[in-house]
Each structure stands twice: as C-alpha cells, then as structure tokens.
C-alpha cells in the first residue's frame, strides 16, 4: 500500500514565511497525520517499509494467502480514509490521503553504497 498525504506542500509553503515557528508548526502537523496513519497500518497488521516526504509504502506479509494479505491492506485504506476524512492543517489548508494498492510478490534490494557503506561518499 502507498498512501500519500496530498496539501503538504501547499503547507509548507505557507507555513515557510513563518521561519523556525513555521517549521516546528509543520513538523507537529506532519507528525501529526502520519501517527494516525501508522496506527491504522499497525492495527491492520502492516508494515511500514518506508516513508518518502509526505507519503509511505506498507505491505502485508501474504504467506500462503495473498488475498488475506491484500483484503487486510484494502481495509486499512478504507479505515484510512476515514480517518482523513475532513482532515485539516494550520493555515486552513484541506489535506486528502490517496491510497494505492498492489497484491503480488515483492523484492527489497539495498542498491549502491561504497566500501561497505550503504549509499555514503566512501569517507566514512
């Protein structure tokens, strides 16, 4: 499941002209939204592999049954959804979740990295 938290970037640029009390503003929003956002994933048996800005990637280890898997991930959408439903930020700005599912097998690959590191410039 990718689920991408749409508006924060009209939030930050509203809340830029704020300085450091603009940032903290944004980072208590941000916080926020994805704490109820990861409740729902840990509640429908989720994992979060990874955030991105203003969005993160969940999967649902399928075992034998991938439709169980897949069926857990759509209903932690719709919960989602819900709990975003009239979701808003400072400065009045609407904020929406967009949800995307995909069912089937998955690789996880660390690519890059130098001399043992993992992606840094191969000074440390």
Request: charge should be negative.
């Amino acid at each position: 499941m990718l689920a991408d938290i749409s508006g924060f970037t009209s939030l930050t640029d509203r809340l830029a002209v704020g300085g450091a009390a603009g940032t903290e503003e944004l980072t208590r929003t941000l916080n926020s939204h994805f704490g109820r956002l990861i409740n729902c994933i840990r509640e429908h048996g989720g994992d979060i592999i990874k955030f991105a800005g203003d969005s993160l990637l969940a999967i649902w280890p399928a075992g034998d049954d991938l439709a169980d898997a897949a069926r857990s991930a759509a209903e932690c959408g719709l919960a989602a959804q819900a709990v975003f439903h009239d979701a808003s930020a400072p400065e009045s700005v609407p904020l929406s979740l967009r949800i995307a599912i995909g069912a089937g097998p998955i690789s996880l690959l660390v690519v890059g990295g130098v001399q043992g590191t993992m992606g840094g410039s191969g000074n440390g």
